[in-house]
C-alpha cells in the first residue's frame, strides 16, 4: 500500500516518527515539510489532496497541531475525505462509513503509540458500503 503523508511544523516530529515506525509495512512518500521550521500548514494539506483528486495517490496522512487547518484545507478538494481523529474509534468509524481516504492526526494531542494505533485502525479497516454508499457520493459539493 502507498501512503502520501505531509505535516505543518507543528507536526513534524511526530511525521518522522510515523514515516521510521511504517516504513517497512507501506510504501510512504513524505510531501514535506522536512523541518520543524514554521511553515503555513494549508501548503502542504493542499498538496497532499492534489494528488488524492487527480488520482496520483489513493490514501493520505495529514498532521498539524491540532488537526483541523490540514482538514479543512484538503476537504476542499473533490474526492479527498480527510477524518480528523483522536482515537481508534474515531479513526474506525471514519473508514468504515464515511470511507475516509485521508487521516488527519491531532500532532499536539496524541502520542506517538496512540498515532501508530489509529494508522493500523484507519489502513486495516474497510468501507462497509451499503448504506453509508450514497451518503458518501453525496459529500462533494457542485455549485
Not at 500548514?41 to 492534489?50: N, R, S, T, V
Not at 477524518?83 to 491531532?106: D, G, Q, Y
Not at 448504506?131 to 453525496?138: C, P, S
Request: hydrophobic fraction near 40%; proline fraction near 2%; charge should be neutral.
Amino acid at each position: 500500500m502507498k501512503i502520501i503523508i505531509a505535516s505543518d511544523h507543528a507536526g513534524y516530529e511526530l511525521k518522522e516518527s510515523i514515516i521510521h515506525n511504517f516504513r517497512s509495512k507501506f510504501t510512504i512518500e513524505d510531501l514535506g515539510t522536512f523541518s520543524s521550521e514554521s511553515v503555513d500548514y494549508p501548503d502542504f494539506a493542499h498538496k497532499l489532496a492534489k494528488k488524492i483528486e487527480n488520482d496520483e495517490a489513493q490514501w493520505g496522512i495529514l498532521l498539524c497541531g491540532s488537526g483541523n487547518g490540514v482538514a479543512m484545507a484538503a476537504n476542499k478538494h473533490n474526492n479527498v475525505r480527510a477524518a480528523l481523529s483522536w482515537n481508534v474509534e474515531i479513526a474506525r468509524l471514519a473508514r468504515c462509513h464515511n470511507n475516509a481516504n485521508v487521516l488527519v492526526l491531532p500532532a499536539r494531542f496524541i502520542s506517538s503509540d496512540l498515532a501508530f494505533e489509529i494508522i493500523n485502525c484507519f489502513f486495516s479497516t474497510p468501507f462497509e458500503g451499503g448504506r453509508h454508499a450514497l451518503r458518501v457520493t453525496k459529500i462533494n459539493y457542485n455549485h
